[in-house]
């Protein structure tokens, strides 16, 4: 079985959806628990997570590497799955990272799409069909047996971004990766809010600064700065 682990910090506005679409795209059987891991939400994101059904954890520490590591060590199933509070994953989608696993597959994502057509989003989404570490995000979300996750560390906690690009990277030199050719639909707020192609040249400068070697301070205060209404 499989325990969905979803980080959340003031997600009112998506939670519900996704863990009602989560009940929807899976049988009931093939799902453990959906374990709302929560950074200290202002809003309604607890009442709305518990409406909906899922299992609600409060961490400690605000921080979606964190939040993710507490939860894991909680999680009651040998597969964990990883996702973020505005991301929905397709039909089937619990039974296509079983079938993975069973093909010796410890972990791997889905492509991606985002809920807002546009011509640049959807050639971005294109190259995520590709085996390479350059399109590999946490909004894909992400597939790990709790044995391989337990084995490398879980998340790097020092990462307060990029922790996905992070983790995979490890991953990928221990265990065999799988891309499900199925799209996850993930919401582009970001990309409305502060412009497409803006953003998308935000995201290029920090992926650059992080394989720089730029401090995980540097890429936050750059982030933030750049970046309207974000939560990190």
Not at 63 to 89: C, E, W
Not at 111 to 133: I, P, Q, V
Not at 202 to 226: D, E, H, P
Request: hydrophobic share 40%.
């Amino acid at each position: 079985m499989i325990s969905i682990i979803i980080p959340t910090y003031n997600e009112s506005d998506h939670i519900r959806k996704t863990i009602e679409a989560l009940f929807k795209n899976a049988e009931a059987a093939q799902i453990s628990e959906i374990i709302v891991v929560d950074g200290g939400s202002t809003d309604l994101t607890i009442p709305e997570a518990t409406a909906a059904g899922g299992r609600i954890i409060q961490s400690a520490r605000k921080g979606r590497a964190v939040q993710m590591n507490y939860a894991a060590k909680q999680a009651n199933s040998s597969i964990l799955y990883f996702l973020h509070a505005d991301t929905i994953p397709p039909p089937g989608f619990a039974d296509d990272i079983r079938q993975a696993v069973q093909a010796g597959f410890a972990s791997g994502c889905f492509t991606l799409s985002f809920d807002y057509h546009h011509w640049f989003l959807k050639a971005n989404c294109w190259f995520t069909r590709f085996n390479s570490n350059y399109f590999r995000f946490g909004d894909q979300s992400l597939f790990v047996t709790k044995e391989a996750f337990l084995r490398i560390g879980g998340f790097q906690e020092k990462h307060t971004i990029m922790e996905d690009q992070e983790i995979i990277r490890r991953l990928r030199n221990q265990v065999k990766f799988k891309i499900i050719k199925k799209p996850v639909i993930t919401s582009a707020r970001k990309y409305l809010s502060n412009g497409i192609y803006k953003t998308q040249g935000i995201f290029f400068l920090i992926y650059a600064m992080y394989y720089l070697g730029f401090s995980q301070n540097k890429l936050v205060k750059t982030y933030r700065n750049l970046i309207r209404q974000e939560k990190i």
